[in-house]
């Protein structure tokens, strides 16, 4: 969930700040002294909650809620303000809601448990995983870039074992499949692995991989995937299932074939 928040008294946007990350651990919050600012960061991003105080100098909370409206449709505005009297000019802009200052606690969280437009399932880890069709992997919503195919197939077999620690010689065994498992095809494995964790750290998220002298993992608790979701009873994902699974690689068709008997069974 992605929230700004928007009153020209530090002070009170601080605090405000304070209390929204209480009631929100997990969404990304930005604040903004000026409207100006927050006019231009919705121009470029979506936004599912803004905050927005109405009794501002430059721009008042009601004129920025009908450019924030203009800007993005279903952005649920609720406004924050020490006066009641705006309260039906707030309405009639079909506002989600409305909070008297200072703020309690219990009443920020009943505005957010029934926002006017319901916001819809964000990851909120910063690397989501696809798994159905072909493997890919992004990083806020950019596709991590990975120098090697082996070491694309090496992170996608990890995903694919859901978090179970697996050995050098098991993944070599598994990239090389028409190969000889020799000390040779090892030390590639190595190399992969090397260049694998070079990326994940030059792109910040070298911590979805748990790693060992001797064992790798996925922390399947740091990626926002399809396949986990699915398993996991998401229906929306599972539903996102159309008969394809990692379709670049062969090994995959194992758990190829227990999604499928998974949608049967849902059905």
Known sequence: MKIIAVDDER???DNFVKLLKKVESEAEIISFIKPADAMKYLSQNRVDIAF?????????????AKKCKDLCPVVNIIFVTGYSRYMSDAFRLHVSG?????VRERDLRAEIDNLRFPVSHVPTKRV???TFGHFEVFVDGRPLNLPRAKSKECLAYLIDRKGARLTVAEIASVLWEDKVNDINTQNNAHQVIFTLMKALKDAGIE??????????AIDVSKVDCDYYAAISGDMTQMNAFSGEYMTNYSWAEFTLGELISKTNHEK
Do not use: F
């Open 52 to 64: 927005l105080d109405i009794e501002m100098g430059e721009l008042n909370g009601i004129a920025l």
């Open 128 to 130: 989501r995983v696809q």
């Open 11 to 13: 002070l009170a946007l």
């Open 207 to 216: 911590d979805i991989v748990i790693k060992s002298r001797r064992e790798i």
């Open 98 to 102: 409305y909070l008297l200052k200072p």
